[in-house]
């Protein structure tokens, strides 16, 4: 059954190729973990966070189409010197797509959320410029992609 399964999923992905789609990225912030309020401390192994706020239908389509999203942090003078994040919003993990949409189920009323994720400074120390995107990908042939936006650091 597994690999029939594979099998439909390969022949679907081959007809119908990747359906890309994009996400806006409105602006992005970097602060100290220690400003950094959250009750669910899954930040603290990390001594930055970043924070971006993105258009909440990017959001529930990214909830609904299953796609596994990550935010790519990097020198904007180097791009191949990379630190790969693994976003929230709230408390819940960006892959925990059900709960991510009955939670933004009752979020009509904004435009823009804020998602999160934590950092090393290790990485943002050396960094003139700190640039920021967004990428991801599904198993049925979503691709996901945000603009490049430089991050503003806060101390």
């Given at each position: 059954?597994?690999?029939?399964?594979f099998i439909c999923l390969v022949?679907?992905?081959a007809a119908c190729g990747v359906i890309s789609f994009d996400v806006e990225i409105k602006d992005a912030l970097i602060v100290e973990s220690t400003q950094f309020d959250s009750s669910a401390?899954?930040?603290r192994k990390y001594d930055q966070i970043i924070e971006l706020r993105i258009r909440l239908s990017d959001v529930k389509s990214i909830a609904s189409r299953?796609?596994?999203?990550?935010?790519?942090v990097f020198d904007c003078e180097n791009d191949e010197n990379t630190f790969p994040v693994f976003p929230f919003y709230e408390k819940i993990?960006?892959?925990?797509f059900r709960s991510l949409?009955?939670?933004?189920?009752s979020s009509d009323n904004t435009e823009y959320i804020k998602i999160f994720g934590g950092i090393d400074k290790s990485f943002t120390d050396g960094?003139?410029?700190?640039?920021?995107n967004a990428s991801g990908g599904s198993y049925i042939g979503y691709m996901m992609k945000?603009?490049?936006?430089k991050i503003k650091r806060e101390s």
């Open positions: 059954m597994q690999r029939f399964a022949l679907f992905t401390n899954l930040y299953e796609v596994y999203p990550y935010i790519n993990p960006m892959d925990e949409e009955r939670e933004l189920s960094i003139e410029e700190i640039c920021v945000s603009n490049e936006l």
